[in-house]
Every structure is written in C-alpha cells, then in structure tokens.
C-alpha cells in the first residue's frame, strides 16, 4: 500500500513553454504533499508544501509563479513549470504520506526528469 | 528553519566491513530522523528511521543511533555487501506539525568486492 504515482516520468520540452506534472496518491488520501527538485549529484532539495484546497508554502528563493502547485483533491497535486528555461531542467519528485496514519513515513513517486532544450 | 549536514560526502569501503554516515540537525524540535537510499535515477527509499523518543534502532545490519542532546545520528551498515552501493540521504522532520523532510547533502558510498 501507500503509493504514489508521479507522471510523466520523462519530458522534454522547449524553452518558453510550460509543463505539467501530476503527483496522485492511489490508495490514500493526502492533505500535504511535498515538491522536491534533485539536480545531478546534489540532494533533494524542497521546493513547497502542497495544500489540498488551499495555497501552497514555498521555500524561501522558489518562485511561486514560476512553479505553480495546484491540489485540487486529496490525491492529486500538480507542478507546474512555466515558461520553463535550460537551468530549469532538473529531476522534479514529489512526496505524500496518508492522511491521519500516524507515524507514517513519506512514499515517494519515481520522479519526472525534465529536460528543457 | 532546519538545516541538515551530511558527512562524509564520499565513502569506499571494502565488502564486508562496515560503512558509518553521521548528520547534524539544527532544529531542536525536529522529532523524526529517516534514511533514504536512492539508485542512480530512481526515487529515494526509506531503509529506516528512528524518532526521538529513541535512542537507537537496527533492522539486520542496518541501525540508527541518534543523540538529540548533540543533535546528531547515524547510520551503521554491517557486513557490507556491493548491492549496497548507493547514494544515502538522512532527514530530518518535524512529525505532526510542519511534517516538512528536510534532507543532508548525500553520501555516495561504494562497496567494492
């Protein structure tokens, strides 16, 4: 149990445009989930708490309109990278644990690897 | 907020000897301590965790000490085998109020046969 799914695993796409990516929850509700970016040989570092029906918490230097987190449900959070540039390419992971299980641990979704040429 | 440092950065250990990683934590009221183990390209995955209310941990040849005095722990792998080769990542949280997992800086260990 306890599954997250993280789609598209892999997209490229060119400078100027925006991408999308979905973070789902299969079997549990999350109100809070996380948005991770990973660049190559450096750790995970988070980018904001997503909220379910509300605003999302960003880290402090992440661009709120740059990367926009929608969590319209309990199981779905999206990412989206607007007007996306070069620097931008980076591996894009996000994180949920269940709602009111206690001392559960976060589960991961396998990540999207962006690549913006 | 939290900040999270790793040591060391790099770590090569002949198989079956043992591989130690130490993290400092600098928010006190972090509760919750993970170990993430992540394949080149894949998603992290949680080897163990220990929370505060603890001082020590083990799950076969993999255990977790933690002093929250000092505000540090550590991971101990045993008996290193070569599918141990990986890049390892603590963390730390507060569980039940932020639940933000704040991650150190990574170590790439290698066993070598």
């Known amino acids: 149990g306890a599954v997250v799914s993280q789609h598209p695993s892999r997209v490229i796409c060119k400078s100027g445009t925006s991408v999308k990516i979905e973070c789902r929850s299969l079997?549990?509700?999350?109100?809070?989930m996380f948005w991770y970016r990973q660049f190559p040989k450096q750790s995970l570092m988070l980018m904001a708490t997503?909220?379910?029906?509300?605003?999302?918490?960003?880290e402090q230097g992440v661009e709120k309109d740059k990367f926009l987190i929608n969590h319209a449900s309990l199981t779905l959070s999206t990412l989206t990278v607007t007007s996306a540039h070069p620097e931008d390419s980076s591996f894009y992971i996000c994180?949920?644990?269940?709602?009111?299980?206690?001392?559960?641990?976060?589960?991961f979704g396998n990540g999207t690897r962006l690549t913006v040429t | 907020g939290e900040n999270v440092e790793q040591h060391p950065s790099t770590l090569s250990v002949q198989e079956g000897d043992s591989a130690v990683i130490k993290c400092t934590y600098s928010?006190?009221?972090?509760?919750?301590f993970p170990w993430y183990k992540q394949e080149l390209g894949k998603r992290p995955q949680l080897i163990i965790d220990?929370?505060?209310?603890?001082g020590e941990k083990k799950d076969q040849r993999i255990a977790v000490t933690l002093n929250k005095t000092a505000k540090h722990f550590s991971l101990h792998i045993t008996e290193t085998q070569p599918e141990d080769s990986a890049v390892y990542f603590c963390?730390?949280?507060?569980?039940?109020?932020?639940?933000?997992?704040?991650f150190g800086t990574g170590t790439l260990l290698a066993v070598q046969p």
């Open positions: 994180s949920a644990s269940p709602q009111g299980v206690n001392n559960s641990p976060l589960h």
């Open positions: 079997d549990f509700q999350a109100t809070t």
């Open positions: 997503s909220n379910e029906g509300s605003k999302a918490t960003y």
């Open positions: 928010d006190s009221a972090s509760n919750y």
């Open positions: 220990i929370r505060s209310n603890v």
């Open positions: 963390a730390a949280s507060r569980r039940g109020a932020t639940n933000k997992l704040i």
